[in-house]
């Protein structure tokens, strides 16, 4: 079995979910992996007008390789802190873009761009996914929250009755970061083998690191976990971020790393860990390290640069599943 069939297999949501109450983590997970799927197509992709029949679901493309420089905002910088917490839409996981607002965007038919956050700021994040795409930035654009998720279309079709985004920030950045540091599996939340006590520290350290307010870290008192054998104890732990409950869930666990590589450890991932985390490098040095350590895969990689001018070194996370991203995380040039 090839390694990308074995991560593809790794990152079956029904593995880590009672069949008898899937969670909202599941469903989630299963709707990125759809509006992120990309199908080949030899046209070149043209924007809907409103007098045009809608077109069937696109099966949208996902982030290509080049990266992009994105400020990265935790919890200062003039974002108001109350707006984000009352904005509906901030429980979702990503953001939808359309030029033609329709009802059925948000089971995500009939969209232009969608994808999880990249910034948490749906302007910035839009933009970047409708350029991957091919199409324009959407015309005096608004940011609103339908049945808890964010949309974006033009100011002249937005629903009435519905909650506009105030501000641009509709996710703290330190939320965005939050939840790929937990699924990172290079020193993050699925590196390896941590108890259910030291993954709740490791996990209430990262939310004091990356300045988040009123977050808690849940633990489980008996439960087993979804992959536990009968009558046994699992050793390690895995969790979700709940964004709408502003809470890590944290569940006893087999090893989340060797779920996802087997047994051993990855060279790429061994690479990642002592040439970046166990260095003191650039953003374009990780950067660097990164392109060069997934050149050869059979599978790519995309990378987000995000600029980070409050860290004096550049550090990484890679979020593993059915596919694969890196994100490096450093102070500008200019820095």
């Known amino acids: 079995m090839s390694d990308l069939m074995k991560r593809l297999g790794a990152a079956d949501p029904a593995r880590r979910a009672p069949l008898d109450a899937v969670d909202e983590a599941a469903f989630a997970a299963l709707r990125e992996e759809i509006t992120m799927t990309s199908t080949d197509g030899a046209t070149a992709p043209t924007l809907p007008t409103a007098d045009d029949p809608l077109p069937r679901r696109r099966r949208l493309g996902r982030r290509g390789a080049v990266a992009i420089g994105l400020a990265a905002v935790l919890t200062g910088g003039g974002v108001a802190y109350a707006a984000i917490q009352a904005f509906q839409g901030s429980s979702g996981e990503g953001v939808a873009c359309v030029h033609v607002w329709n ?105 004091e690191r990356l300045g988040l307010q009123d977050w808690t870290v849940v633990t489980p008192e008996s439960e087993p976990a979804p992959d536990a054998a009968p009558g046994a104890a699992p050793p390690c732990s895995d969790g979700e971020v709940s964004v709408g409950d502003r809470q890590v869930e944290l569940f006893a666990s087999e090893d989340p790393f060797e779920r996802l590589h087997g047994p051993g450890d990855d060279p790429a991932i061994d690479a990642l860990r002592e040439r970046i985390v166990d260095e003191c490098v650039s953003l374009d040095e990780a950067r660097a390290v990164v392109d060069e350590v997934y050149a050869d895969m059979e599978y790519e990689v995309p990378t987000t640069e995000v600029v980070d001018d409050g860290a004096s070194c550049a550090r990484v996370d890679l979020v593993e599943g059915g596919t694969t991203e890196a994100f490096v995380y450093g102070p500008g040039s200019g820095s």
Request: hydrophobic fraction near 40%.
């Open 103 to 207: 009802a059925d965007a948000p089971e995500g038919l009939h969209l232009d761009a969608a994808g999880s956050w990249i910034t948490g700021d749906p302007y910035a994040d839009c933009t970047t996914l409708l350029a991957e795409e091919g199409l324009p930035p959407i015309e005096d654009p608004v940011a609103f929250a339908w049945d808890g998720q964010t949309i974006v279309a033009p100011a002249d079709q937005v629903p009435a009755g519905v909650q506009r985004l105030e501000g641009t920030q509709a996710v703290e950045g330190g939320v965005v970061e939050l939840q790929r540091s937990m699924a990172d599996t290079v020193d993050g939340g699925r590196s390896g083998c941590r108890t259910v006590p030291g993954a709740a520290a490791w996990a209430q350290g990262e939310i």
